[in-house]
Every structure is written in C-alpha cells, then in structure tokens.
C-alpha cells in the first residue's frame, strides 16, 4: 500500500521559513508529478506547487518565495517556504502522481501556521 508521509509543518512568525518534506512508501517505481496543495480554514484546496520531468510549475500567489525539488531518496520532495506570510496559513498535502497505476495518492496533511 502506497503511503505518503509529510513533516516540517509548524508555527512560524511572518517574514519567517519552513521547509516541508514528503516522502513515500509501498512503491518501487518512480512517480511521473509531486506537489502540493493547501486548503485554508474555510476555503478550497489549491495548487502550491508540482514538479515533474516537465519541470515546475507554482501558484501565482507563491512565485519567488517557495521553491520546490525532489529529494536525494526515490520519490521524495521538499518545499522550501520563504517569506512566510500569515495568507499562507493552510493544511499543506503532498501528492504523488503516477501514470503506471492511473492514481493519484495523497498525504494526510501538515499544518502550516504564520503568525502576524
């Protein structure tokens, strides 16, 4: 069973950085996008940020303050948060995509907390 794990949530003051990590399991081939959504209290879920062999490709509201990579280990990828303001507060989730089995897996979610 596919499993994907996040940390590096946390409370942080505006101005400030976070860098999360998602890393998976349960899987020996390499998936094809990785990203990550966020859902604020009380609003939709969106797209943070997705790498893939295309490239990268980031919401508008976090261009040039986070960037996002793969890690060092097979199917694991960071985001770096820079500058951290308090409209960026949300439960962040890692996803994984894969062409292979046709699914999209999903994180259980950490929360991101910018104080102002």
């Known amino acids: 069973q596919v499993q994907l794990v996040e940390s590096g949530g946390g409370l942080v003051q505006a101005g400030g950085s976070l860098r999360l990590s998602c890393g998976a399991s349960?899987?020996?081939?390499?998936?094809?996008?990785m990203g990550w959504y966020r859902q604020a209290l009380g609003k939709q879920r969106e797209l943070v940020a997705d790498?893939?062999?295309?490239?990268?490709k980031y919401a508008d509201s976090v261009k040039g303050r986070f960037t996002i990579s793969r890690g060092n280990a097979k199917n694991t990828v960071n985001l770096q948060m820079n500058s951290l303001e308090p409209e960026d507060t949300a439960v962040y989730y890692c996803y994984a995509a894969s062409q292979r089995t046709e699914t999209t897996y999903w994180g259980k979610g950490t929360l991101v907390t910018v104080s102002s």
């Open positions: 349960g899987i020996i081939f390499s998936f094809n996008a």
């Open positions: 790498i893939s062999a295309v490239g990268t």
